[in-house]
């Protein structure tokens, strides 16, 4: 495992209401992804994560450029290439981008606080960068056990069984 010290987390919020609404926004993604990165098998070594806290309206373009979905969805995750590390640099894991009226909009159906809802995600999405999937079901298994494990540490109840639009389809992050 790698250190966790070794992590930079770059938070660009681009939409002004995720300050308003998650108290300590930079603090909590950060204490969520070093989480995740502990949990697994890291590089070694610094290692770097952007995430950019958004809309709906740049998740639906993001979304539509990069999946051919045309809509707007909760994260999308971009894999790094740790061949674009220059010597003496972190290696970049990868981006995240997370729409706040998605988010917000899960976490009131789900009955469950938006900072919870979003520690999950950014806990799912460095899943994501780190190489985890949820394409099939064994992988998916694996995954959600990892997220359930990671967020429990945090004092936050299974997010994969908080009512039927979580059970549907083993999980509502099935299309982030």
Known sequence: MSAVADLDVAVDVAAPAWRAAVPGLEALVTRAARAALAAVDAPDGPVELAVRLTDD?????????YRGKDRPTNV????G???????????PLGDLALAYETVAREASEQGKSLADHLMHLIVHGTLHVLGYDHEIES???EMEALEVRILSGFGISDPYLLGSAV????GYLKEA
């Open 57 to 65: 309206a740049e998740l639906q373009a993001l979304n539509r450029q």
């Open 76 to 79: 999308l995750s971009f894999p």
């Open 81 to 91: 290439d740790p061949a674009d590390a220059l010597p003496g640099e972190p290696v």
């Open 139 to 141: 992988e998916a298994a």
């Open 167 to 170: 059970q549907a389809g083993a």
